[in-house]
């Protein structure tokens, strides 16, 4: 078992990693109460199922799988089960699937009866190297990514690796382009992991060490208020591509592209396509490019007629600059 503390205070909380985990979830999380676990239909229904086992009063709650769950109709309907079910302030919600069930059920976790306590249990690549920590919730709205939130700290992260191999090999993949980001922002020998191809096999130590450096900037700066930003390297790009493609592409290959897209030094651009096609991740997409420009305008990191991005141009060191949203238009 590997632990680590993300200290924020009162809202401090412990990431616990380990194969197998899940099956003692009762050793790790308050389940002594009456607990929602939210999940999605992509999701093994053995493991909120497992979850629920270790509940004093347990329910699970399934959102159909998709970026598209992540809307305000989700959103109530699990307000209602909530409502109907009887839950008070010093009731549960466990998350119980990848970035979507996590963001959702942390989002509503910070609203019921103006918040009540939140674990995360995320069973993807792209959540357990990412999203799982750092408090982020949101929902979608009238076509933005993510433009209706919280920060909300989970009580407790439980990191099964073990679970994540019930995924599509795409679906897997694509959560790797998350660790990827990490080691090119912070971690150069996180990225040479993928650069020698050895990233499956030493899989435990790529979600280790992308959960670190992701814990060590998110303690440092809770509500990305400053170095907090380098973690959205390749999501500016990312989110309008994402957006413009209806979400027929993933999160994760949307990032991949962006991190293609923003990087001026030619020698790192071809870097950085090389890993990702070594691991059957795009490096481009045709995409409605107007559409795109809307999408990036309304983005959650604009600032008027700014707009702050990341930029890389040695693995390992990210700078943020700002600079006129406009001016994106070139990398699209």
């Not at 923003?262 to 096609?277: G, Q």
Request: hydrophobic content about 40%.
């Amino acid at each position: 078992m590997k632990v680590l503390h993300a200290d924020f205070g009162t809202d401090s909380y412990d990431i616990f990693l380990e194969r197998g985990c899940l099956q003692k979830a009762g050793e790790y999380l308050n389940l002594d109460r009456k607990v929602l676990v939210i999940t999605d239909s992509g999701v093994p229904s053995v493991y909120a199922k497992t979850i629920r086992s270790f509940c004093k009063e347990g329910y699970i709650s399934t959102i159909p799988a998709g970026e598209k769950s992540k809307n305000f109709e989700q959103y109530s309907h699990l307000l209602h089960d909530l409502v109907r079910y009887g839950f008070s302030r010093k009731d549960c919600i466990v998350a119980c699937g990848g970035g979507v069930v996590g963001d959702l059920a942390g989002f509503v976790a910070s609203t019921y009866m103006r918040g009540i306590d939140f674990y995360n249990v995320p069973t993807t690549t792209i959540a357990q190297t990412d999203s799982s920590i750092g408090g982020k919730c949101a929902i979608d709205f009238d076509g933005y990514k993510n433009i209706i939130g919280s920060f909300y700290q989970p009580k407790a992260v439980l990191v099964d690796m073990d679970t994540f191999m019930t995924q599509s090999r795409r679906a897997l993949v694509s959560g790797l382009a998350e660790a990827i980001k990490t080691g090119l922002i912070g971690d150069r020998e996180l990225f040479e992991i993928f650069e020698r191809g050895e990233a499956f096999d030493k899989i435990d130590e790529v979600v280790y060490r992308s959960l670190k450096f992701k814990r060590d900037v998110i303690v440092e700066d809770p509500k990305e208020k400053g170095i907090r930003a380098i973690l959205n390297f390749g999501h500016t790009i990312g989110h309008a591509i994402e957006a413009a493609a209806d979400f027929k592409l993933y999160h994760g290959e949307c990032v991949g592209i962006g991190m293609v897209k923003i990087t001026d030094d030619e020698a790192l651009k071809n870097r950085i396509i090389n890993v990702l096609k070594m691991y059957d991740l795009p490096t481009d997409f045709d995409y409605d490019k107007s559409k795109a420009m809307d999408a990036l305008k309304h983005d959650k990191k604009g600032q008027a007629k700014n707009t702050k991005i990341i930029k890389v141009n040695e693995v390992g060191k990210a700078e943020i600059e700002i600079v006129k949203t406009e001016s994106l238009r070139q990398y699209l």
